[in-house]
């Protein structure tokens, strides 16, 4: 078979023929046959140096011989790292596939006739689908794997005379990768520390982790240090022939200045505060967690030297006034700083004190008033912040010595603030304390001490206080006996928590409204925060109770009414007033009997004349009786009783029906 492939003629990666000078053939599985134009042709590793490197053509349509007439390291690119380090890196493996990929990859990026090599390749993808995919997966792997650059940070830790350098080799997407040779020098008057095996001195050498790798220095006189970074990079080699060969050449180095700083022999302690607490409610004590450091003057803290910090407390700062934060100018003073703060607008609520004898030590200081009792968050809630400072005029006459200027922390500084959360009322009163079946119940909510702004904070990420909850609920209630009107009172509220549902307590309905301050109407047709019209009505015996809530937010505490405010119940019974009977019509009276009229007085008769005698005489005409004169008491009494009876009848309904 190799003689035959030997006596063929054949373009782009031939397959390979017997050894000629310079070049050997490869193992076996180091690349895949294709056919084109009638020609048998090979993608992937077909010749290797005479130290085992594999070598990959890269010129479509031309003969391949295993002579070579010089050899160069390619231009440093990153196409070249890649290639470089895949070349390298699958130097031992036997796998065709993996090796026509990287012959694939080799051709995309340094073919010198591109139009050429897509023919091939057309041809390629076509006699070994999924070639195509694997050449992509492995340049991924390259990506991750290669670096492209050193990263070099430094900073002070205990002073000027010592601090700390990082170090990460980092990939093309940034990441840091594992496996890389690295170097560092320092120039200047300074020397690393000595650490894992490494001596003291002025170069560390290391093998880079996914994570940073440290190394610590310290000041040896004063000036300007410099550290000289250096990485290991893979470098890729070409083999000038007829058809020319790409493979790995060498391992070089990358040198660049990684950081540069000052060091100094002058002491500057500094601050770092964090709060205690972001969120602090009405009432509760303020505390900050405050660490003692050092910077830019000297390595290490005066030993046994006591600095006292003082820290000034600032509340009822406004959600919208965040933007005021102030930094220190270089040089000013404490009280310069706060006379400026002061311009500001603000004043202090509170202090604190916080005493070090060294650096890294942490203190929870408290918030004092002026009198030295502790102070509490105020109920109208707002932002409160820490401005911490190193005052030089307050120390020791010794410790006086160390100090050349000042240190102050800024003003409303993230890490220093925290949200005092205000405390807020609510005042309400049923309109209908007792009411029958199918009434319309509503109630009159005075809610107080909220921001006058809530609801339109959005919140701010930098300071870690979230946004407003814009809206607040409000709640009805029913208890009492389904089955037993009678038992109704069994079931008063009672406790100041909502009960849970069960037979003899069921949630009406619940409806948001605006958490803001003011007087809110809910029921009898007024509209919730949504605009809809709210109908509370009382479908059954028993209690009603409104419960007004706010869930809580960053800047306000939760609140709510009890359930067994007795302003908030309605008693619902379903007795309808009676309709009174309809009185008897009084009777009319009887009209009295006129009385008599008096029959006109007769003439007194004449007294009988006697008669002759002998003569019988004409008997008197009876007398006329006299006429009755006044009133018929008894009756007039009757009249009056009877009308007196009807009147107090009407009366009585009257009063009910007002009732």
Not at 114 to 131: F, K, N, S, T, V
Not at 395 to 414: C, E, N, R
Request: glycine residues 10%; contains cysteine; hydrophobic residues 35%.
């Amino acid at each position: 078979m190799a003689a035959l492939l030997a006596a063929t003629a054949m373009v782009l990666c031939a397959a390979p023929t017997a050894f000629a000078a310079g070049l050997q053939l490869p193992p076996d599985n180091t690349y895949l046959n294709y056919a084109i134009d009638g020609d048998t042709l090979s993608i992937g590793a077909i010749r290797k140096t005479g130290d085992g490197r594999l070598v990959y053509c890269m010129e479509a349509g031309k003969k391949s011989t295993s002579d070579y007439g010089s050899s160069s390291i390619v231009d440093d690119s990153q196409a070249a790292r890649n290639i470089a380090w895949l070349t390298d890196h699958y130097r031992e493996h036997r796998d065709a596939r993996t090796h026509a990929a990287i012959g694939i990859l080799v051709h995309d990026h340094f073919d010198t006739n591109p139009a050429q090599w897509q023919r091939h390749y057309a041809q390629i993808r076509q006699e070994h689908p999924g070639l195509d995919a694997r050449a992509a997966e492995l340049w991924a792997e390259a990506e991750a794997r290669v670096p492209t650059g050193i990263s070099v940070t430094s900073d002070v830790v205990d002073g000027i005379r010592s601090g700390w350098v990082d170090v990460r080799v980092v990939n093309a997407r940034g990441e840091a990768i594992a496996g890389i040779g690295y170097s560092l020098r320092i120039e200047g008057p300074a020397q690393f520390d000595a650490s894992d095996g490494h001596a003291a001195g002025a170069v560390v050498t290391g093998t880079t982790d996914i994570r940073t790798i440290r190394h610590t220095w310290s000041a040896t006189g004063k000036g300007e240090v410099k550290v000289h970074s250096s990485y290991e990079n893979l470098r890729l080699e070409r083999f000038d022939s007829n058809q020319d060969y790409i493979g790995f050449g060498r391992q070089d180095s990358v040198s660049n200045v990684g950081v540069a700083f000052r060091v100094r022999k002058d002491f500057t302690p500094t601050l770092a505060t964090v709060t205690s607490s972001k969120i602090v409610d009405a009432g509760q004590p303020v505390a900050d967690e405050v660490t003692s450091g050092t910077t830019g003057d000297d390595s290490h803290w005066p030993e046994g030297m006591e600095f006292v910090a003082d820290g000034y407390y600032f509340d009822d700062i406004a959600s919208d006034r965040l933007v005021d934060r102030m930094e220190p100018q270089a040089g000013e003073s404490v009280e310069d700083f706060l006379a400026r703060v002061e311009r500001r607008g603000y004043t202090p609520a509170a202090w604190g004190k916080a005493t070090f004898t060294g650096s890294g030590q942490q203190v929870t200081a408290h918030a004092k008033t002026k009198k030295g009792e502790p102070y509490r968050a105020p109920a109208r809630g707002g932002i409160g912040t820490w401005v911490w400072a190193f005052d030089a005029s307050k120390q020791s006459d010794k410790a006086k010595g160390y100090l050349l200027a000042d240190t102050v922390t800024p003003f409303l500084d993230a890490a220093e603030s925290n949200s005092n959360r205000a405390k807020v009322e609510v005042e309400s009163n049923a309109t209908e304390h007792s009411a029958q079946v199918g009434s319309h119940l509503s109630d009159t909510i005075t809610v107080s001490g909220f921001p006058d702004d809530h609801g339109s904070f959005a919140g701010d990420e930098t300071y870690g206080i979230g946004a407003d909850q814009p809206l607040a609920q409000v709640s009805v209630w029913w208890s009492g006996d389904p089955n037993d009107p009678s038992n109704d009172d069994a079931f008063k509220p009672e406790g100041a928590q909502e009960p849970k549902e069960d037979a003899n307590h069921r949630l009406v309905g619940t409806w948001d409204y605006p958490a803001v301050n003011g007087r809110i109407r809910v029921g009898a047709g007024s509209p919730d925060a949504h605009g809809e019209p709210v109908e509370i009505i009382a479908e059954t015996h028993g209690w009603y109770v409104f419960v007004w809530k706010f869930a809580g937010d960053d800047r306000v505490m939760p609140a709510a009414s009890r359930y067994d405010d007795k302003w908030e119940h309605t008693r619902v019974t379903e007795d309808e007033p009676c309709e009174p009977e309809e009185p008897c019509e009084p009777e009319e009276p009887c009209e009295p009997e006129e009385p008599c009229e008096p029959e006109e007085p007769s003439e007194p008769e004449e007294p009988c004349e006697p008669g002759e005698p002998g003569e019988p005489r004409e008997p008197c005409e009876p007398e006329e009786p006299l006429p009755v004169t006044g009133v018929n008491v008894a009756a007039a009494f009757g009249i009056g009783v009877s009308a007196l009876a009807v009147g107090s009848f009407m009366l009585a309904v009257i009063r009910r029906r007002s009732l």
